[in-house]
């Protein structure tokens, strides 16, 4: 079992940064591939972006790219999202994964965080 607390969301302004922090319980965290995706209003969730069990290989959705960067510290049970030149585009709820198979789908999703509110002003 595995319990995922996300942190770090806010109200920013564009072009602004935050950081996202998923805080995993459990002691097999280091054994996940883990992810973030999101869902604005009225539409569906998303993925975002996805960092292997070891940290060496990282995935991004094409609008994220250059702009947001995934890390994990498996010693603190920790994922990160550094979210840089953010766009109003970006405003959502933005929820932590984790999954033995893959981050990439929902389908592949073994457990979901709480999610935490991103707003992007113009």
């Known amino acids: 079992q595995v319990q995922l607390v996300e942190s770090g969301g806010g109200l920013v302004q564009a072009g602004g940064s935050l950081r996202l922090s998923c805080a995993a319980s459990?002691?097999?965290?280091?054994?996940?591939?883990m992810g973030w995706f999101r869902q604005a209003p009225g539409k569906e969730r998303k993925f975002v972006s996805a960092?292997?069990?070891?940290?060496?290989?990282?995935y991004y959705v094409d609008s994220v790219k250059g702009r947001f960067t995934i890390s994990r510290d498996n010693a603190k049970n920790t994922v990160y999202l550094q979210m840089n030149s953010l766009k109003p585009e970006d405003t959502a709820v933005y929820y932590c994964?984790?999954?033995?198979?893959?981050?990439?789908?929902?389908?592949?999703?073994?457990?979901w965080g709480q999610g935490t509110q991103v707003t992007v002003s113009s």
């Open positions: 994964a984790a999954g033995r198979s893959g981050v990439r789908v929902v389908s592949a999703i073994d457990y």
């Open positions: 459990g002691r097999t965290f280091s054994s996940y591939a």
């Open positions: 960092i292997s069990w070891s940290g060496g290989n990282t």
